[in-house]
T-cell receptor, first 113, second 116 residues
């Protein structure tokens, strides 16, 4: 079946450093790639997304890059802050259905002050 | 951002009882909602896709008679865990697709179910 691989599973950085999380997907028909941030016991929150017709998107300290040929996409967080600590999930749409997503296993990001 | 409300946030029940969880999109209409299960420190596992006015589509391995889904209106989907057992204890979370605007997905706050 379709699959999304996410790495690393845990990531620890010093405040102010950058953090990068990478995902690969298997469904060549996927065309929508959102990233969610989930704090402990809370709902996942959409932080950024990218569609297949775009190679890069940036929103303040957060950026996402997409390489459709290689089927991988990455989340970049610059100037990390302790409040960035959370679990981050990447996801890829199943075929052309934007709402139907398959999720990566998550990355626990810890930002040390 | 869009608001998806989920209730209850937590529930404790005895084995054999049924539990209903509601998911509401408060400021947009959602023809499609999704139900997930999330185990501690694990990812979201899609259980079923809820379609307004029609039967839900269940993922492989999910018992449709065990997890009843009703999507009676464009703003409400319910998940009923029937004859709950301790192995059904989990964090259940819904999402709704803001189809008529941008198709983005917004999540409910989740329901922690504990079956004794």
């Amino acid at each position: 079946g379709e699959n999304v691989e996410q790495h690393p599973s845990t990531l620890s950085v010093q405040e102010g450093d950058s953090a990068v999380i990478k995902c690969t997907y298997s469904d060549s028909a996927s065309n929508y790639f959102p990233w969610y941030k989930q704090e402990l016991g809370k709902r996942p929150q959409l932080i950024i997304d990218i569609r297949s017709n775009v190679g890069e998107k940036k929103d303040q300290r957060i950026a996402v890059t997409l390489n459709k040929t290689a089927k991988h996409f990455s989340l970049h967080i610059t100037e990390t802050q302790p409040e960035d600590s959370a679990v981050y999930f990447c996801a890829a749409s199943i075929g052309g259905s934007q709402g139907n997503l398959i999720f990566g296993k998550g990355t626990k990001l810890s930002v040390k002050p | 951002g869009a608001v998806v409300s989920q209730h209850p946030s937590w529930v404790i029940c005895k084995s054999g009882t049924s539990v209903k969880i509601e998911c509401r999109s408060l400021d947009f209409q959602a023809t499609t909602m999704f139900w997930y299960r999330q185990f501690p420190k694990q990812s979201l596992m899609l259980m079923a896709t809820s379609n307004e006015g029609s039967k839900a589509t269940y993922e492989q391995g999910v018992e449709k008679d065990k997890f009843l889904i009703n999507h009676a209106s464009l703003t409400l989907s319910t998940l009923t865990v029937t004859s709950a057992h301790p192995e059904d204890s989990s964090f259940y979370i819904c999402s709704a697709s803001r189809e008529q605007i941008d198709e983005k997905l917004f999540f409910g706050s989740g329901t922690q179910l504990s079956v004794l």
